[in-house]
């Protein structure tokens, strides 16, 4: 079983569209959480760190179940600039990071 | 922000050959910088941690003798992937922490680099 599990999509979805991305993680020692955004043939960037009592930076809401073990990432109003693929990311009790394979999000006009 | 530059962004070299990749914190010194290393449609896989001024950690099933990591100061490291094959070929990335920042500080990444074996 892999450490960090997305569903590799890819979403279609219009501009404006909401839409939700989850992800599991296997460990359940891991402490910090993260999701990241990587554009085709670019290094990943740091969206938002994941909180257990949930946050959210704009048009973003990130959520943590760690009873579960299941992050969640909702983007709302969807735009042309989302499109992206977004990597799960799981850091346990050292300063490793573990990468989900990431989901591909397409959004059309 | 913080900025991570790698060099070369693409190279390619016929299979044997050697390939040197360069990672650079630009406006922060790290005393530790990872290396990654990300195959079409699948996930960053951390190949080793990089310290500075001592040898650095390989992750299991890399061989440290193909994939010779140099960290010889506080703000470079380079990956150097030896007798280059075409199942080498892939996207190799570095990020590297603020040593101000302690051991959980944020990780920032390089631009990549591609390689091509031939």
């Known amino acids: 079983r892999k450490e960090v599990e997305q569903d590799p999509g890819p979403f279609n979805v219009p501009e404006g569209a909401t839409v939700a991305f989850n992800c599991t993680y296997s460990?359940?020692?891991?402490?910090?959480f993260f999701w990241y955004r990587q554009d085709c043939r670019k290094e990943p960037k740091l969206l938002m760190s994941?909180?257990?009592s949930g946050n959210e930076d704009g048009r973003f809401t990130a959520q943590l179940n760690r009873a579960s073990q299941y992050i969640s990432l909702l983007i709302r109003d969807s735009k042309l600039s989302d499109s992206a693929t977004y990597l799960c990311?799981?850091?346990?009790?050292?300063?490793?990071?573990?990468f989900g394979t990431g989901t591909r999000l397409q959004v059309f006009p | 922000g913080a900025v991570v530059s790698q060099h070369p962004s693409w190279v390619i070299c016929k299979s044997g050959t050697s390939v040197k990749i360069e990672c650079r914190s630009l406006?922060?010194?790290?005393?530790?910088m990872f290396w990654y290393r990300q195959f079409p449609k699948q996930s960053l896989m951390l190949m080793a941690t990089?310290?500075?001024?001592?040898?650095?950690?390989?992750e299991q099933g890399v061989e440290k003798d193909k994939f010779l990591i140099n960290h010889a100061s506080l703000t470079l490291s380079t990956l150097t992937v030896t007798s280059a094959h075409p199942e080498d070929s892939s996207f190799y990335i570095c990020?590297?922490?603020?040593?101000?920042?302690?051991?959980?500080?944020?990780?920032?990444f390089g631009e990549g680099s591609r390689l091509t074996v031939l």
């Open positions: 990311v799981v850091r346990g009790n050292t300063d490793k990071l573990i």
């Open positions: 460990n359940s020692a891991s402490q910090s």
């Open positions: 406006d922060f010194q790290a005393t530790t």
């Open positions: 990089s310290n500075e001024g001592s040898k650095a950690t390989y």
């Open positions: 994941v909180y257990s």
């Open positions: 990020s590297a922490r603020d040593r101000l920042a302690g051991a959980f500080g944020e990780l920032f």
